[in-house]
């Protein structure tokens, strides 16, 4: 396994999403090396040229972009918005959540503690905690209906501080993008 040499490397999944398309150039701008990986065998462009890039099949995560990175923004997954809730589409979100994170605790527990990334910052949208009003919420509130993958995305992701320093679990916003 070849590691690569950027100090500070942040890797980011689903770079090309609604946060992660935000995130990168953020990154870029502040000078930090970017690791994405990607489904596309496409050359770098637009907001990820800058990027060492990394083929990825959603979820085996590819080691020599795992090794030696500072911290990790896992942020992939099917997307939610743009289809109708069919119990399939349901399905392959929760799926994509949760096996993508799952692979990434088994493939940090494999690298040698010296390479491992120190940070892991997972994140899913604030709809993890459901309808609930003008209730105000915290992080010990708990999770609302059908937020089962989100909450076990969490769940692994807690997990990996065994292997990592330091897990951050975000629940965004739903609306970060201009309306």
Not at 134 to 162: C, F
Request: proline fraction near 5%; aromatic fraction near 4%; charged fraction near 25%.
């Amino acid at each position: 396994m070849g590691i690569p040499s950027e100090s500070g490397a942040v890797l980011v999944s689903g770079a090309t999403g609604l946060v992660g398309g935000r995130l990168v150039p953020a990154l870029l701008a502040s000078g930090r090396a970017v690791r994405v990986l990607s489904r596309s065998s496409a050359p770098a462009s637009g907001a990820l040229a800058g990027t060492n890039r990394f083929a990825w099949n959603g979820r085996q995560w590819p080691m020599e972009a795992l090794a030696s990175a500072e911290a990790v923004v896992h942020l992939a997954g099917e997307p939610v918005f743009g289809g109708y809730p069919t119990t399939a589409r349901r399905s392959r979100i929760r799926e994509s959540r949760v096996a993508s994170t799952q692979a990434f605790a088994d493939a940090v527990a494999a690298l040698p503690a010296s390479v491992r990334p120190r940070t892991l910052v997972c994140a899913s949208a604030v709809g993890y905690y459901g309808d609930r009003g003008d209730e105000i919420l915290d992080e010990d509130a708990a999770a609302g209906e059908q937020k089962r993958a989100a909450k076990r995305r969490g769940d692994i992701a807690t997990e990996t501080q065994l292997v990592t320093r330091r897990v951050s679990i975000r629940r965004e916003i739903d609306r970060l993008a201009p309306a």
